[in-house]
T-cell receptor, first 109, second 115 residues
Framework: QKEVEQNSGPLSVPEGAIASLNCTYSDRVSQSFFWYRQYSGKSPELIMSIYSNGDKEDGRFTAQLNKASQYVSLLIRDSQPSDSATYLCAVTGNNDMRFGAGTRLTVKP | DAGVIQSPRHEVTEMGQEVTLRCKPISGHNSLFWYRQTMMRGLELLIYFNNNVPIDDSGMPEDRFSAKMPNASFSTLKIQPSEPRDSAVYFC?????????????FGPGTRLLVL
């Protein structure tokens, strides 16, 4: 079983819709959770971090964490074509960070 | 701050040649990470340093790969001899490790093609 799992997609949503990205992890001692966005040919850039159970909102982005279910998600409201990218879920524990394979999101105008 | 700096940005070499990738972390950061990214395997952690000391190199694929961090502002990843399967984008990232909630900041990457 992979340590961090994501649906590879592609996930396609129309402009203005809500995009929902999901991630599960296997290590129960995981402490911190991150969502990175990676445009094609670019490096990953941090969008959100979340450390406690519940929701964390930042603009159009909401991260949700459920440690009991070992599940973290990212919601993007009012999706824009500029949101089209690959979204990487990352989990830290034991002093390192493990990434999921990423979900490719396409927002169609 | 200039962010994480990597060089070269692109490298094309022939199989068997030595390749050296360089990284300058963000000033003040105490942790440095080397990743490899391919379509097939995604983003893989190769090795990371804390306070210039290698902490976990379990991701280094084999003895052909080596990494050093002689000081807080410089690290190298060397592949000798290189093979076509080493072709990938290699990212360096740095963070300020304090509470375990540190964010990693990525450099622009080095695109390596081994012919």
């Amino acid at each position: 079983q992979k340590e961090v799992e994501q649906n590879s997609g592609p996930l396609s949503v129309p402009e203005g819709a809500i995009a929902s990205l999901n991630c599960t992890y296997s290590d129960r001692v995981s402490q911190s959770f991150f969502w990175y966005r990676q445009y094609s040919g670019k490096s990953p850039e941090l969008i959100m971090s979340i450390y406690s159970n519940g929701d964390k909102e930042d603009g159009r982005f909401t991260a949700q964490l459920n440690k009991a279910s070992q599940y973290v998600s990212l919601l993007i409201r009012d999706s824009q074509p500029s949101d089209s990218a690959t979204y990487l879920c990352a989990v830290t524990g034991n002093n390192d960070m493990r990434f999921g394979a990423g979900t490719r999101l396409t927002v169609k105008p | 701050d200039a962010g994480v700096i990597q060089s070269p940005r692109h490298e094309v070499t022939e199989m068997g040649q030595e390749v050296t990738l360089r990284c300058k972390p963000i000033s003040g950061h105490n942790s440095l990470f080397w990743y490899r990214q391919t379509m097939m395997r995604g983003l893989e952690l190769l090795i990371y340093f804390n306070n210039n000391v290698p902490i976990d190199d379990s991701g280094m694929p084999e003895d052909r790969f080596s990494a050093k961090m002689p000081n807080a502002s410089f690290s190298t990843l060397k592949i000798q001899p290189s093979e076509p399967r080493d072709s990938a984008v290699y990212f360096c990232a740095s963070s300020l490790q304090t509470s375990g909630r540190e964010t990693q900041y990525f450099g622009p990457g080095t695109r390596l093609l081994v012919l």
